[in-house]
């Protein structure tokens, strides 16, 4: 079946500093890769997405990049904000229903 | 565009009585939407897939008869918590898609059961 592995949390960063949170995949057939933001106490919003090997997803600064090769989509961002704290989800789509499948979220807090 | 919205956003009720949650698209047609549950500081949990004018397909140890789903239009699909327990208190939130892969989420309705 098909799953997601994504960097434990939380993960606490200064303003202005590097980010990435790992994601791999594990998936039947050519799935599409997701990044779901998810700000406190809301539903979860599309940061970005890739659908073929070698695709970059980029939104907002961050970016992904879909590795066939390693099976993975790791969550970048060269200087982060305040305002980016938040939790991260990584998702993978396939199948005929396209359903998602979830990693188990990173919690970002940056700080001032 | 491709916004979803959830209706109640926050909902308390007693044990023992149920609760409706609305999802709407307001922009797009909705071919299909999902339901899903989150508990605190965890993943989002898929409970079912509703396509409009069919009957929901619910995932392996969801309910069908306590979480009632109903697709009636291309644009509304309501989730309904019969007979509530504690157990049942999540942040119940829905997607919908247009037919393409991209998921449009709702913000999310908060449910405690007392």
């Known amino acids: 079946g098909n799953s997601v592995t994504q960097m434990e949390g939380p993960v606490t960063l200064s303003e202005e500093a590097f980010l990435t949170i790992n994601c791999t995949y594990t998936a039947t057939g050519y799935p599409s890769l997701f990044w779901y933001v998810q700000y406190p106490g809301e539903g979860l919003q599309l940061l970005l997405k890739a659908t073929k090997a070698d695709d970059k997803g980029s939104n907002k600064g961050f970016e992904a990049t879909y590795r066939k090769e390693t099976t993975s989509f790791h969550l970048e961002k060269g200087s982060v904000q305040v305002s980016d704290s938040a939790v991260y989800f990584c998702a993978l789509s396939s199948g005929s229903a396209r359903q998602l499948t979830f990693g188990s979220g990173t919690q970002l807090t940056v700080l001032p | 565009g491709a916004v979803v919205s959830q209706h109640p956003s926050r909902v308390i009720c007693k044990s023992g009585t149920s609760v409706k949650i609305e999802c709407r698209s307001l922009d797009f047609q909705a071919t299909t939407m999902f339901w899903y549950r989150q508990f605190p500081k965890q993943s989002l949990m898929l409970m079912a897939t509703s396509n409009e004018g069919s009957k929901a397909t619910y995932e392996q140890g969801v309910e069908k008869d306590k979480f009632l789903i109903n697709h009636a239009s291309l644009t509304l699909s309501t989730l309904t918590v019969t007979s509530a327990h504690p157990e049942d208190s999540s942040f119940y939130i829905c997607?919908?898609?247009?037919?393409?892969?991209?998921?449009?989420f709702g913000p999310g309705t908060r449910l405690l059961v007392l």
């Open positions: 997607s919908a898609t247009e037919g393409g892969e991209t998921q449009y």
